[in-house]
């Protein structure tokens, strides 16, 4: 079946580590995106890709990197200076780059835990 | 600057009631569309309905209707029948195409339907 892998589900972290969190898509999706979302709240955009070797960073990119070397996989690393890195990470992918194929399809998330 | 805005953190319906989620949005922007999403408890987001900025219809898929009022920048989800499965957190979002594609996500109504 088509649609988005993620991990680790689970994932903890000591401070000072770096971490990557893996998405996967073979939807044959141009757009991949990554969120965070914390208790309570909604999702907020961290980075976004719209084609291989191109990123935007989103509202909350400090603290984080990411890649897009090839067209299904886009990961993301948690660096040592995201200062609260504990929350629930979404990956998303969308068909296209306009409002009427705005869709989004997501994994089923990970879970990071800084000890 | 564009925002969601989610006023009922919680909802509860009796089981086969319908019930409405309240969306109001912020955008100067002409072209734009409008989602909303539904989160289980098991993380995932789940895609409801969508509807463009230039629809004139209200969108409807199944249950779910969305009553779109341009003029007030509101986009209510509305769920016909409710079941107890539709007992999730409920997100709105919005698109623009700004040449880069982003999706902005209102914090959520958590919906509780009752037996």
């Known amino acids: 079946d088509g649609g988005i892998t993620q991990s680790p589900k689970y994932l903890f972290r000591k401070e000072g580590q770096n971490v990557t969190l893996s998405c996967e898509q073979n939807?044959?999706?141009?757009?991949m995106y990554w969120y965070r979302q914390d208790p309570g709240q909604g999702l907020r955009l961290i980075y976004y890709s719209q084609i291989v070797n191109d990123f935007q960073k989103g509202d909350i990119a400090e603290g984080y990197s990411v890649s897009r070397e090839k067209k299904e996989s886009f990961p993301l690393t948690v660096t040592s200076a995201q200062k609260n890195p504990t929350a629930f990470y979404l990956c998303?992918?969308?068909?296209?780059?306009?409002?009427?194929?705005?869709?989004?399809?997501f994994g089923e998330g990970s879970r990071l835990t800084v000890l | 600057a564009q925002k969601i805005t989610q006023t009922q953190p919680g909802m509860f319906v009796q089981e086969k009631e319908a019930v409405t989620l309240d969306c109001t949005y912020d955008?100067?922007?002409?072209?734009?569309?409008l989602f909303w999403y539904k989160q289980p408890s098991s993380g995932e987001m789940i895609f409801l309905i969508y509807q463009g900025s230039y629809d004139e219809q209200n969108a409807t898929e199944g249950r779910y209707s969305l009553n779109f009022q341009k003029a007030r920048k509101s986009a209510n989800l509305v769920i016909s029948a409710s079941q107890l499965g539709d007992s999730a957190m409920y997100f709105c979002a919005m698109t623009k195409d700004t040449g880069g594609f982003k999706t902005i996500f209102g914090a959520g109504t958590r919906l509780f339907v009752k037996a």
């Open positions: 955008t100067s922007d002409q072209s734009y569309g």
């Open positions: 939807l044959n999706h141009d757009a």
């Open positions: 998303a992918s969308s068909i296209g780059l306009s409002v009427n194929t705005g869709e989004l399809f």
